[in-house]
């Protein structure tokens, strides 16, 4: 049991996890994948580094700096978030981990593949939700865009629904097996009239379909928040002045929450973040 869980090591989950460690709480580190600011070549506009600093070694200093002090860092995929009886459930491919508090720092990781149709149809077959849209599929046929775990998770969400699942891999390899169908065919086109209704591959073959699910890559902060219920506008987090959502102990901060995308108001954001959760965990001691 972790006082505070953190889901990111970019800016934003190392500064919420560095304030909320000082204040003296358990705190566990998760992360997976690669971050925005490991692809930034150059950052010059960060303050302390008088000739800049390079993205990924900013980046590593800073999880390298939540490990001296003490912090659990663990490089794990985060796979679904529950709440069950004021305590979170936090699961990873492997272990499953419990804590009073989560702050949810992975950024926007949503990816829109560079399919014609995608954008055409959305809210209309298309959909980035399995929990939120997958009771409108019931005993329908659906298929999944990605190659990941987090496709399969999202199959396995919407397994209990729908009538058969099609994984979709769009040309790439697949990275686990599973027990449902899958075409590893490049996707040409999704077409429909009203709404979704069939999928079109390079190879000129064709699959009838009720729905598309994207799932590309890994869960991103919003893909954790819909399944919880959390409040999400233009698909950022929706927090209150203490980085808390609108489900006590969940706070949220960086990109994930939108605004400005820079490393300083990440780090701003998790420092609040971390301290406000610190506050939760105080109360939730005392009660």
């Known amino acids: 049991m972790y006082d505070i869980l953190i889901i990111g090591a970019g800016p934003a989950g190392i500064s919420s996890g560095l304030y909320a460690k000082r204040a003296g709480n358990n705190v566990l580190i998760l992360y997976h994948g690669t971050s925005n600011l490991e692809k930034a070549h150059q950052v010059d506009n960060y303050y302390g580094f008088e000739n800049g600093i390079s993205g990924n070694k900013l980046y590593e200093t800073g999880i390298q700096q939540a490990k001296n002090m003490g912090i659990d860092v663990k490089k794990e995929e985060v796979l679904n978030i529950e709440k069950k009886d004021n305590i979170f459930v936090i699961y990873t491919e492997n272990n499953t981990y419990t804590a009073k508090s989560v702050i949810i720092s992975t950024g926007n990781k949503k990816i829109k593949p560079d399919i014609k149709g995608i954008t055409n149809f959305e809210g209309k077959g298309i959909s980035y939700c399995a929990i939120c849209d997958g009771y409108f599929y019931k005993n329908k046929n659906v298929a999944i865009i990605g190659n990941g775990k987090f496709a399969i998770n999202e199959a396995n969400e919407l397994n ?16 686990d097996q599973c027990n449902y169908e899958i075409i590893t065919k490049k996707i040409k086109e999704v077409h429909g009239e009203n709404k979704v209704n069939c999928i079109e591959f390079d190879d000129g073959s064709t699959i009838e379909i009720d729905g598309v699910f994207i799932a590309i890559g890994e869960a991103g902060g919003s893909d954790f928040a819909k399944k919880m219920g959390v409040i999400i506008q233009n698909d950022n987090i929706i927090v209150d002045e203490n980085m808390q959502t609108n489900i006590s102990g969940l706070f949220a901060c960086g990109n994930s929450t939108g605004g400005l ?21 105080k109360k939730f001691k005392e009660e």
């Open 160 to 175: 209990r629904i729908v009538n058969k699942i099609t994984i979709l891999t769009n040309g790439t390899k697949v990275e």
């Open 261 to 281: 995308l820079q490393v300083c108001k990440a780090v701003y954001e998790g420092a609040k973040a971390g301290l406000s959760a610190s506050n939760y965990i």
